[in-house]
């Protein structure tokens, strides 16, 4: 029996009360981002949306700055929907850094790899301090590609390790699936394009840590998209995690990052060395 992917990737038709969970992020960042310790709106390139907006904590706790990398299928969304996720690990002592990026099809997805690269770069050289990489959904795709990145190619000036861990939450990890989906239609992905953009078939970062976390209540391939990165790559050296948040889908898979009790949070925390 053939997967139909349409059905197993279209998480908008499969949570139809995605729309005010989406309004309860934006209205939740947006009261966060009133009262937080926070640097908005800072450039890591020339385009609009290639900008990040840092939380800080009171006092800071462990080595390393957390980049959190939105959801959308890489086509839709924006930074000012996700400033609350900063809450958890800055009350815990940790920096969170909130990016924003061009959207298919304005670019490629090639190109949202390479804009993603540029602003942990970035990071790096304004604070020196190493970046655990973090994302929900086409976020935990790019932070897997973070984590992947072999930093003397975009700039031999950076470290080895810039980003030593990363943590995605119901990520993509092969994009071979979405070819045959609608949501394909802004990406513009062929199966050798696909295969390109897959951190699944980078060369694994090995030595490195790589979490990937799935709501249980996922559709089947979401739950094999997060399995087979940390089976895969475990097996290549990377120390890999995969874990269910019961019961979540694909969207309330987000409602315990900003709580600095959670489970998420605290091991955002403990991968930044706090």
Not at 201 to 208: E, I, Q, R, T
Request: hydrophobic share 40%; glycine share 10%; with cysteine.
């Amino acid at each position: 029996m053939s997967t139909d992917y349409e059905t197993e990737y279209n998480n908008r038709a499969r949570v139809p009360e995605h729309p005010g969970i989406i309004a309860g992020w934006q209205a939740d960042a947006a009261a966060y981002r009133a009262g937080a310790v926070s640097e908005l709106g800072i450039a890591y390139g020339p385009g609009e949306r290639q900008h990040y907006d840092l939380f800080k904590p009171e006092a800071v706790k462990g080595d390393a700055i957390v980049l959190f990398i939105h959801g959308g299928y890489w086509q839709a969304l924006d930074r000012s929907y996700f400033s609350h996720m900063a809450r958890g690990v800055n009350q815990l002592g940790v920096p969170m850094a909130v990016a924003g990026y061009d959207l298919c099809p304005q670019v490629e997805l090639g190109h949202i790899v390479w804009e993603l690269q540029q602003a942990a770069a970035a990071l790096w050289r304004q604070f020196n301090r190493p970046i655990v990489a973090s994302g929900h959904s086409a976020g935990g795709h790019l932070a897997a590609c973070l984590l992947a990145t072999d930093w003397k190619n975009v700039d031999p000036d950076l470290p080895d390790q810039l980003v030593p861990a990363a943590y995605g939450i119901s990520g993509l990890y092969n994009l071979k699936p979405l070819t045959e989906t609608s949501i394909n239609k802004a990406l513009g992905l062929d199966m050798e394009s696909a295969e390109r953009e897959s951190p699944l078939f980078w060369p694994a970062p090995s030595g490195l840590l790589m979490d990937a976390v799935v709501g249980g209540a996922e559709s089947d391939e979401y739950l094999k998209q997060s399995r087979r990165i940390t089976d895969v790559w475990g097996l290549e050296g990377v120390r890999t995690q995969y874990g269910e948040i019961d019961g979540a889908n694909h969207f309330t898979v987000l409602a315990d990052l900003p709580d600095p009790e959670s489970a998420m949070s605290k091991r955002l925390a403990e991968l930044a060395g706090a």
